[in-house]
């Protein structure tokens, strides 16, 4: 699948974080700019951090015009990834459904919808009927707490087989000449004015012509060795998934009133998602509170599944930023340390785009529009983008 290295001393480029966003950026710097002399380090194996730690929910039905255009590129990007990679990434479009329990969150929903609408995004508001015989085993009845009202139905979106789009990445940069070194931390970063100096690992100091920071959770530990601040808190992020079923939910389903989203994968387990937890902290570790929270709204929406068992439940990190939007760019107190970080619990979904757009970024120097609303600049200058209505469930 991709090959092992002796790490040289010095790369035109060092991509801290080998996940699906690192790996798409080296990706496209080979790919469309002939950038090869590439190093991905990675404390880990491959998809040991956040890549594999998700629910690999795909979608662009996003609330600001900002988020929408990126969020749709990206979603374009991977409708075509198994063409462009050789490789089967498993992403199965089956349609993505947001469900509104009250006025105001159909008011939100319609907002979305509309804005999606403008931006050529396939998204609109379906009654309760047709919400019935798209998901026929869901409870529209009016028995639980949240009666469902309407629903915000986005047909593109859908779930991806998240190992295989890491593998895919990973395979076609191998064959570029691409160097991926897993099992690399990296423990410190040398500056020297203006400019990074050296990147310290575990395996020996490398010297590089740029660096970028695509660690996810770590991403405000990364950015302090470099001396660069980022307002970034990490918050974990909790899933589970139960045993298999027979094929029985077609669609994503998602309720942020209830703080939960569901879909059935290919070998038909349950999978099975919640809010970040409340407070900070670096641990993966799951626990019982946010399970039985997930057992609850899940059952609230589907009560047929109250006799099933969870095989597992794991955590994530999140980068999350004050205005639940990425950053993207080159920080503005190094001239060759960028960033692709803060993606909070969407970051999956971005990962072509950010890859994509990063690398034209590295490589040619000007800023692609698509990405210059999110540079880490807006925070010192105000421009928040404000996407928090459209992420508060994390999913």
């Not at 992020?237 to 998602?254: D, G, H, S, Y």
């Not at 920080?331 to 979904?349: H, M, Q, R």
Request: glycine letters at 10%; proline letters at 5%; hydrophobic letters at 40%.
């Amino acid at each position: 699948m991709w090959s092992s290295h002796r790490l040289k001393r010095r790369y035109d480029v060092v991509i801290i974080g080998a996940g699906v966003h690192g790996l798409a950026t080296a990706y496209y710097l080979g790919k469309r700019f002939g950038v090869r002399d590439i190093a991905l380090l990675d404390k880990g194996y491959l998809g040991s951090g956040a890549s594999g730690r998700n629910t690999a929910i795909l979608r662009s039905n996003y609330r600001t015009p900002e988020g929408v255009a990126f969020y749709n590129a990206s979603l374009k990007l991977y409708e075509e990834l198994s063409s462009a990679l050789g490789w089967n990434v498993l992403f199965s479009q089956c349609g993505h459904l947001t469900l509104g329990h009250s006025d105001s969150a159909v008011a939100g929903l319609r907002v979305r919808a509309e804005t999606n609408q403008l931006m050529g995004v396939d998204s609109r508001i379906i009654d309760l009927d047709e919400i019935a015989t798209l998901v026929p085993h869901l409870d529209c009845s009016d028995r639980p707490r949240y009666p469902i009202m309407a629903g915000l139905y986005h047909p593109p979106g859908g779930i991806i087989r998240h190992d295989a789009v890491v593998w895919g990445y990973a395979r076609a940069c191998d064959r570029m000449g691409i160097e991926i070194h897993p099992h690399t931390e990296v423990t410190a970063i040398e500056s020297s004015g203006r400019a990074t100096g050296q990147v310290i690992s575990t395996r020996g100091a490398i010297s590089a012509g740029s660096v970028v920071n695509a660690t996810a959770g770590w991403a405000s530990t990364i950015c302090k060795m470099a001396g660069v601040a980022m307002p970034i808190v990490s918050h974990p992020l909790q899933a589970c998934v139960t045993e298999p079923l027979k094929p029985f939910l077609n669609t994503v389903i998602v309720s942020a009133t209830m703080h939960v989203y569901l879909n059935q994968t290919g070998r038909g387990e349950i999978v099975i998602g919640a809010e970040i937890d409340p407070y900070s902290s670096y641990s993966m570790k799951g626990t019982l509170p946010t399970l039985e929270q997930m057992a609850n709204s899940a059952l609230e929406l589907f009560p047929q599944l109250h006799n099933i068992k969870v095989l597992r439940q794991w955590a994530g990190l999140c980068d999350m930023t004050p205005d639940f939007a990425p950053i993207i760019g080159l920080a503005e107190e190094l001239d060759n340390f960028y960033v692709d970080i803060g993606w909070g619990t969407y970051g999956f979904k971005a990962a072509p785009a950010a890859g994509r757009y990063l690398a034209e970024l590295i490589a040619t120097g000007q800023v692609p529009k698509i990405i210059a609303p999110f540079a880490p600049s807006r925070f010192r200058a105000g421009r928040l983008v404000g996407e928090k209505a459209a992420a508060a469930v994390s999913h």
